[in-house]
């Protein structure tokens, strides 16, 4: 049963005074018997009235209005968690076919509809070919979304700065690039496309410094919902199963439905955002890291013609279709 302490720094800086900030914010942790909140302490500047509830999806659900006029906001987040492993699925005794006929019964069960519903994009072709040799039915689902999830981590380079949380199914595809938030994004496609329920998840994943990709960060993973187990946690971004080192905040459709701080305020347009997450483990290390994404929409990092890896990406299909020519 690990521990972890985690302390989500959110600090807007404004160019002017602005006033009337109405935030939205989603930084209370998961409770269930996989995950219990030990304490959790939340400030903010101006001491507003925080009013909570509980979404469509699930997810406790801050609200504020910080009406003076101020030129810095900040939201203090510390909490402690503990987690429990949870046993992952027994795939031995398995009957894939009539797994696979339990998955298509779920399509019009209300608490799966959102989750299976997927988009549509220029490249969808592209991808249902590369999906075509995972899908079988002499594969569980369970084995599906394991090779799904090996395929985003094997063909998908990680690199920060190439996306932002705006960027479409259709451009991550193109690029094969992203960090964490794309891979989930492009792993919950796939499943929904196979008929697998897929929630997108926002938290925290905490190995203490073993090299994993996003540890001490706010991370993004996926959900997939199997016959006679349940939801279980998928990284395609470090190809393995969600368990007992990862801390779940919210869950929805995608990173939409799940981002830690929003919001709107009356006021000069400019202004910075810092965030800063500090994870200290059971054994009193701790390491701060910059989450791989920012809480809200950011201004774009470069415009296609600017970032220097989707220029390069550009230049050589450029050069491979004169080859073909």
């Not at 779920?106 to 072709?125: A, C, G, H, M, N």
Request: aromatic share 12%.
């Amino acid at each position: 049963m690990p521990e972890f302490n985690i302390k989500h720094i959110t600090k807007y800086t404004y160019e002017a005074l602005v006033r009337d900030s109405v935030n939205h914010i989603i930084l209370y942790p998961w409770q269930d018997e996989h995950q219990k909140v030990v304490k959790h302490d939340l400030r903010i500047s101006g001491n507003p009235k925080v009013d909570t509830f509980i979404d469509y999806y699930g997810n406790q659900v801050g609200f504020f209005t910080y009406s003076e006029r101020h030129k810095e906001l900040e939201i203090y987040s510390e909490l402690t968690v503990a987690t429990f492993a949870k046993e992952l699925p027994n795939d031995e005794t398995a009957y894939p076919e009539q797994q696979w006929k339990e998955i298509k019964d779920l399509r019009f069960q209300v608490p799966y509809i959102d989750y299976l519903k997927w988009e549509t994009f220029d490249s969808l072709p592209e991808l249902r070919e590369n999906m075509g040799g995972h899908i079988k039915p002499d594969i569980t689902p369970y084995r599906t979304a394991l090779n799904f999830c090996s395929f985003i981590y094997e063909k998908f380079s990680y690199i920060q700065g190439v996306t932002t949380v705006q960027t479409q199914l259709n451009e991550i595809w193109q690029l094969k690039a992203g960090v964490c938030q794309d891979f989930a994004h492009i792993l919950a496609q796939m499943l929904r496309m196979a008929d697998i329920p897929a929630k997108y998840v926002s938290g925290y994943i905490c190995p203490n410094k073993n090299g994993i990709r996003g540890e001490g960060a706010t991370h993004a993973w996926v959900e997939a919902y199997l016959p006679s187990y349940g939801w279980l946690g998928l990284d395609p971004t470090n190809n393995c199963i969600a368990n007992e080192t990862y801390v779940k905040l919210a869950v929805g459709r995608s990173f939409n439905d799940c981002s830690p701080v929003k919001g709107v305020y009356k006021g000069p347009s400019k202004h910075k955002l810092t965030v800063q997450v500090i994870v200290s483990y059971d054994n009193g290390q701790s390491e701060t890291i910059k989450p791989e994404f920012q809480q809200k929409d950011p201004e774009p990092i470069a415009d296609f013609k600017g970032n220097s890896y989707r220029r390069n990406l550009e230049l050589m299909q450029k050069q491979q279709q004169q080859q073909q020519q």
